[in-house]
């Protein structure tokens, strides 16, 4: 019972710090995606996949919030990076992913895919 009441409350506090993301105000979200994850350090994993399925279905504006949230309660996690890169794009932000890309390859320096990814977007960039 008190782990479902743990979860409840961790999933209370994303859904509030969404809303936050959306709004631009990414201080506030933050600190309530800081308190999810003391409760349930797999959050971010969680929000990963979440956001994945939602970019595979096509809908990369409800993807980009979840992984806002994801870096916010990880910010060194590279795949979420990419995947947010991936979705900023597919949004037509291109600028944006580029920079989110650029970041992620710092983590991972030898990644094709994601050397072949910057590449696609420094095009499309160049490009518009």
């Known amino acids: ?15 509030r ?10 201080e506030t979200a933050r600190s ?5 994850r003391s409760l349930d350090p797999a959050y971010p994993e969680v929000l990963n996949n979440q956001a994945t399925q939602l970019l595979q279905q096509g809908d990369a504006a409800a993807a980009i919030p ?3 949230l994801a870096l916010l309660m990880q ?12 979705a900023l794009a597919a949004g037509g932000r291109v600028d ?18 994601l050397a072949q990814l910057i590449s696609r977007l420094e095009q ?5």
């Open 17 to 26: 710090a969404e809303a936050y993301v959306v709004a631009g105000d990414l």
């Open 75 to 86: 910010p060194g996690h590279a795949r979420v990076r990419t995947n947010l890169a991936l």
């Open 1 to 15: 019972m008190l782990a479902q009441t743990r979860n409840n409350l961790g999933w209370g506090l994303i859904e």
């Open 96 to 113: 944006e992913a580029l920079a989110e890309a650029r970041e992620a390859q710092r983590a991972l320096p030898d990644d094709p895919g």
């Open 66 to 68: 979840k992984y806002k």
């Open 32 to 36: 309530l995606v800081v308190e999810a």
């Open 124 to 128: 499309a960039h160049a490009n518009p």
